[in-house]
C-alpha cells in the first residue's frame, strides 16, 4: 500500500469485498456539487443522464451563488431537508419541465434480481438506484436516502430552484412523481444533524430562522481551485466487486445469523459506494 498521495491499490469494504483500480470511476468535477454546511461538507453526485436539464440548473445556481446564506429551513425526520427560493424573496427562475422518467433505452441498467414493492425491475444505472419498466420502457430514479431532488407546486413543471435531500426510508411513493438529479455521496451524517421541524406544525417549516441550519454555500468541484478540489470515486456497477458487494448483502452467511435471513436485496440498499481521493496529500 502507498501513502502521501499516491494511489492505494486496493480498497476493502464491508463483508470483506476487495475492489481494485479498475472497479472505479471518477465523478465528473462537472458534475460534483459541494454543500459546506456547519457541521461540514456534502458531496453530491448529478445526474445529467436521467435529469440533463435539472442538473444544469443546480450548476447554474451554484455558480450564480444562489444557495450561499440560505439555510435548511424545512427539515421532517424521516423525511426530507429542503431548502431554497421559499425561505425569502429571491430572485426568480423560470420554471423548467419534469424528467421524473426517461427512455429506459440505452441505459446500463442492472436489475438486482430481487423483487420490489413499488417497481416492475429494480436495480442500478450508474451507481444510482434505478427502476426500469419493460412495460412501458421507461426508467426513473428512487426516492432512497440521499437522493437529491426538486420541490415543486401541484404542476408537474413547476420546479424552479427548491430542493430537497431524503433522509428517510419510507418516501417511495414520491417515485416518478418529482425529478431525482442527484444523490448524497458523501457526508450524509452531516445532513442527519440538521435541525429538525415538527411536521404538524407548518408542514415541517422551522419558524425559529436562528435554529435553521445556514447554507454556508453550494459549488461545483470543477469551479473549485484544481490543488484543494475534492474529487470522488464511485464503484462501476458491471464489475466483480459491485456483484462481491450485492452478494455480501443478500446473503448473510456469517454464524451470527443462527436464523438466516432471506437472501434478498433492495436497491435504495445497495447503491454505489463512493470514496473520496482527493485533494491528495502533497509529497513533503
Known amino acids: 500500500m502507498r501513502i502521501l498521495g499516491m494511489v492505494v491499490a486496493l480498497m476493502v469494504l464491508a463483508g470483506g469485498v476487495t475492489a481494485q483500480e479498475n472497479d472505479w470511476r471518477r465523478v465528473d468535477p462537472e458534475n460534483l456539487l459541494i454543500i459546506a454546511t456547519r457541521h461540514g461538507d456534502v458531496a453530491v453526485e448529478l445526474n445529467p443522464t436521467f435529469s440533463p436539464i435539472h442538473t444544469q440548473r443546480l450548476r447554474d445556481l451554484a455558480r450564480a451563488h444562489f444557495y450561499d446564506g440560505l439555510s435548511f429551513y424545512r427539515v421532517i425526520d424521516g423525511f426530507v431537508a429542503q431548502g431554497g427560493r421559499n425561505e425569502g424573496d429571491l430572485a426568480d427562475w423560470p420554471v423548467i419541465k419534469n424528467e421524473n422518467d426517461r427512455p429506459a433505452k440505452g441505459l446500463d441498467f442492472l436489475p438486482t434480481g430481487s423483487a420490489d414493492l413499488y417497481a416492475p425491475k429494480a436495480g442500478h444505472v450508474g451507481g444510482f438506484a434505478a427502476v426500469n419498466d419493460p412495460k412501458t ?148
Open 137 to 284: 420502457g421507461r426508467a426513473w430514479l428512487m426516492h432512497c436516502v440521499g437522493a437529491m431532488a426538486m420541490a415543486r407546486d401541484t404542476n408537474p413543471d413547476t420546479g424552479d430552484a427548491e430542493f430537497y435531500i431524503v433522509i428517510g426510508p419510507g418516501t417511495r411513493y414520491l417515485d416518478r412523481n418529482l425529478t431525482i438529479f442527484g444523490r448524497v455521496i458523501d457526508g450524509m451524517d452531516n445532513i442527519q444533524k440538521l435541525h429538525r421541524g415538527d411536521r404538524a406544525v407548518d408542514g415541517g417549516v422551522i419558524a425559529d430562522v436562528t435554529l435553521r441550519d445556514p447554507i454556508l454555500s453550494m459549488r461545483l468541484a470543477a469551479d473549485l481551485p484544481k490543488d484543494t478540489r475534492p474529487a470522488y470515486d464511485v464503484m462501476r456497477n458491471n464489475g466483480k466487486a459491485f456483484a462481491d458487494f450485492k452478494t455480501s448483502k443478500r446473503v448473510r452467511n456469517d454464524p451470527f445469523f443462527y436464523r438466516r435471513p432471506p437472501e434478498v436485496i433492495e436497491a435504495c440498499n445497495v447503491q454505489a459506494p463512493a470514496r473520496k481521493v482527493g485533494p491528495k496529500a502533497q509529497t513533503p
